[in-house]
C-alpha cells in the first residue's frame, strides 16, 4: 500500500508554475548523470502543462568561470567559441531526449548580463556588499572553498565536487556580500516555510548550516575577463565607459553570483516588469545535492537585499553513480553518453528508465545492466505486452471495432485505476517521480492479471460456440483493457512524449496535447474512468512499442 503523500507543490492561485533546472556547466558534453534533473524536470513541466496550468519551464547552461577559459585557451579558442560548441552539444541531447523549455538561457545571454548587473546595484544600494580581501582556496569549476568543504588527500586538497580540478590558493581584493546579515531571517524563514526545501533530510542538513553561523562570500573576481563585468568601482562610482564599455580593472562578477540570477532572468527581470510579475517567484527550483548551499542560502539572501521574493521550493535530488558508489565523470570514463543509450532505448525508454531506476530524493549506483533489465521488465514485459495483446485479441475477436469499457461500478479496473491514478498524481506532485511511475506499474500489473484471469480468448471461443452471454462478456472485458490501456498512455505522457500519441493511436484516439503537452483538455478530466465512452472508433494495427533488448548491446561509454 502506498502511504499518503506530503504536501504537494501547488502553484500560486493564478494558475501558472514556473519550473527551473539549475544551469549546466558548459565546458564539455553532458553525460546522462549531467541531464538526469533535466529529465525529471521536463516530466513535471508537461503534467503541469497537461493539467491546465499556464507552464514555464527554465533550463540552460553556466558559461563564465576561469577554467573555462583556460581550457579554450589550451585549444588556440576564444571562450566564446568554446561555450558556443558546448551549449551546442547540451542543447542536442537535450533535443534526443524531448525535453522542452520554454526558454534555454545561456549566462552570456544579453539580458541576463543586464540582470546580474541590475542584482549587485541593488545589493550595494541596500549596504550588503563591501570591500574587503580573500585569501585561500579556489576551485575554478565552482569558486572559492571554505576549508572544511575540502578533501585533504595525499595528493594535497581537492574540491569534493570536482577531484580532477587543480585547486589554487588566492589572495585577492574583492566584494564581498553580507550573507551574515541574513542569519536571522533564514532561520525564520526555514521554521515559517517548512517545505522550502526537500526532501525534509536536505532541509535539516541546510538548516544546521545556518546555525551554524553564516560568512559572508565573495561576488567578484579580479583580473578575470571572461565573466560579465562588474557594474561598480572600489569608490562606489559605475564601472561603465563613456563608450558603453567596462573599466576591466573593476573586475568580474563571481561565477555563482552570476548564475544564481538566470533564473530570474528567464522570469522576465529587469527588462519586463510585466512578465516578472507575472512568473516570479519560481514554484520550483530542481537542482543537485552538490550545489544546495548556494540555493537554499545564499539565493534568498540575495533576493531579499534586491527586495525581490524567495522561491517557493526548492527539490534537492541525488546523483547517479557508477557501480561501487563512485561518481560519474567524463575524465573517469564511467559515464553513460545520452545519445547512446537513447540509440538502444529510444528517447521514451530512457526518459523512463533513468526516472525509475535512480529514486528523485538520493543517490544511486546504476549500470547498463539494470537499465536494460528495468526497460524489457517494465516496457517490453508489462506495458508493451499488455498494450499488444490488448489491440491484438480487439483485432482478432471484434475486427478492430473499438469496444466501450464498461461502467466503473461494473468494472473491477475502474478501483484499481482510481487509486493508481491518485497516487501517482499525488507522487508526481511531490517530485517523488520514481514513486509516481511505480504507482502506475501496479495497475500495468494488475491489468495484466485481469488478463491472465478473465483470459478472453475462452470467452471468444465460447461466444463463437453460441453461448449467449459470452459475447457481451468479451466485449466488455476487451473494453476494460482498452480502457486501462488509454489511461495510461495518457498517465505516463509526461515521462514518455513520444510513445503516448503511439499509444493512443493504436486504441483509435486522437492525442489532444501538443508536443510540449500544451493545448488539450485538462489532465484529470480525461484520467477519468470511462471518460470518453460512447465514442465509436476503430483500432490501428497493433505496433510493437518496446522492442526487447539484449543485455550485451551496451553503449560503448558503460561498457
Request: glycine content about 10%; some cysteine.
Amino acid at each position: 500500500m502506498i502511504d499518503p503523500a506530503p504536501p504537494a507543490l501547488v502553484p500560486a492561485d493564478d494558475g501558472r508554475f514556473y519550473l527551473t533546472t539549475a544551469i549546466a556547466y558548459a565546458n564539455n558534453r553532458p553525460g546522462l548523470h549531467t541531464l538526469y534533473e533535466v529529465i525529471g524536470a521536463d516530466a513535471i513541466a508537461r503534467w503541469q502543462r497537461m493539467r491546465g496550468r499556464q507552464t514555464r519551464f527554465l533550463t540552460g547552461t553556466d558559461e563564465h568561470s576561469v577554467n573555462i577559459a583556460q581550457s579554450a585557451a589550451n585549444e588556440g579558442r576564444s571562450p566564446r567559441a568554446f561555450v558556443d560548441e558546448k551549449v551546442g552539444l547540451f542543447r542536442e541531447a537535450e533535443a534526443a531526449l524531448l525535453i522542452s523549455p520554454d526558454r534555454f538561457i545561456r549566462t552570456t545571454d544579453p539580458d541576463h548580463v543586464r540582470a546580474a548587473q541590475e542584482m549587485v546595484r541593488r545589493a550595494h544600494a541596500n549596504g550588503d556588499i563591501y570591500l574587503g580581501t580573500y585569501e585561500g582556496w579556489y576551485c575554478p569549476n565552482e569558486g572559492f572553498k571554505a576549508g572544511s568543504d575540502l578533501l585533504e588527500t595525499a595528493q594535497g586538497y581537492q574540491c569534493p565536487n570536482h577531484p580532477d580540478v587543480p585547486l589554487q590558493w588566492l589572495s585577492e581584493r574583492n566584494w564581498f556580500f553580507r550573507l551574515s546579515a541574513y542569519q536571522e531571517r533564514l532561520e525564520r524563514w526555514y521554521a515559517e516555510h517548512p517545505d522550502f526545501v526537500r526532501p525534509d533530510y536536505r532541509r535539516n542538513e541546510m538548516l544546521g548550516f545556518i546555525r551554524g553561523g553564516l560568512e559572508d562570500f565573495s561576488i567578484s573576481r579580479a583580473g578575470a575577463s571572461w565573466g560579465i563585468p562588474f557594474p561598480i568601482r572600489e569608490d562606489g562610482s559605475s564601472a561603465q565607459l563613456p563608450d558603453g564599455s567596462w573599466d576591466p580593472a573593476a573586475g568580474t562578477i563571481y561565477v555563482w553570483y552570476d548564475a544564481l540570477i538566470n533564473y530570474i532572468t528567464g522570469a522576465g527581470f529587469p527588462d519586463d516588469p510585466a512578465a516578472f510579475a507575472r512568473w516570479w517567484p519560481a514554484d520550483l527550483h530542481v537542482i543537485g545535492k552538490d550545489i544546495a548551499r548556494f540555493h537554499t542560502i545564499y539565493w534568498p539572501a540575495m533576493l531579499w537585499s534586491a527586495g525581490l521574493e524567495a522561491p517557493r521550493r526548492i527539490w534537492v535530488h541525488g546523483w547517479l553513480l557508477a557501480q561501487g558508489g563512485e561518481r560519474m565523470s567524463k575524465s573517469r570514463g564511467n559515464f553513460l553518453d545520452p545519445h547512446d543509450v537513447v540509440r538502444a532505448l529510444g528517447a521514451d525508454g530512457t526518459r523512463y528508465v533513468t526516472l525509475r531506476e535512480v529514486p528523485f530524493d538520493r543517490d544511486t549506483e546504476v549500470s547498463w545492466d539494470s537499465f536494460v533489465r528495468r526497460y524489457n521488465a517494465d516496457l517490453a514485459n508489462d506495458l508493451g505486452n499488455l498494450v499488444n495483446r490488448t489491440v491484438s485479441m480487439v483485432h482478432r475477436y471484434l475486427g478492430g471495432e473499438r469496444p466501450a469499457a464498461r461502467p466503473a461500478d461494473a468494472a473491477p479496473l475502474a478501483t484499481t485505476w482510481a487509486a493508481a491514478r491518485d497516487a501517482y498524481g499525488a507522487r508526481l506532485d511531490e517530485c517523488l517521480l520514481h514513486e509516481a511511475l511505480a504507482a502506475l506499474w501496479e495497475f500495468v500489473g494488475a491489468a495484466n492479471r485481469f488478463v491472465d484471469a478473465e483470459q478472453p480468448w475462452v470467452i471468444a471461443r465460447a461466444a463463437k460456440a453460441g453461448e449467449a452471454p459470452a459475447a457481451g462478456r468479451l466485449r466488455g472485458v476487451l473494453g476494460d483493457l482498452v480502457e486501462a490501456c488509454r489511461l495510461l498512455g495518457l498517465a505516463l505522457a509526461p515521462f514518455m512524449p513520444g510513445i503516448a500519441p503511439r499509444l493512443l493511436g493504436q486504441l483509435g484516439h486522437p492525442y489532444p496535447y501538443g508536443p510540449a503537452g500544451n493545448g488539450g483538455p485538462p489532465i484529470a478530466g480525461q484520467l477519468a474512468w470511462g471518460a470518453q465512452a460512447g465514442e465509436v472508433g476503430r483500432l490501428g494495427p497493433p505496433e510493437p512499442l518496446f522492442p526487447r533488448l539484449e543485455p550485451e548491446a551496451a553503449p560503448a561509454e558503460a561498457q
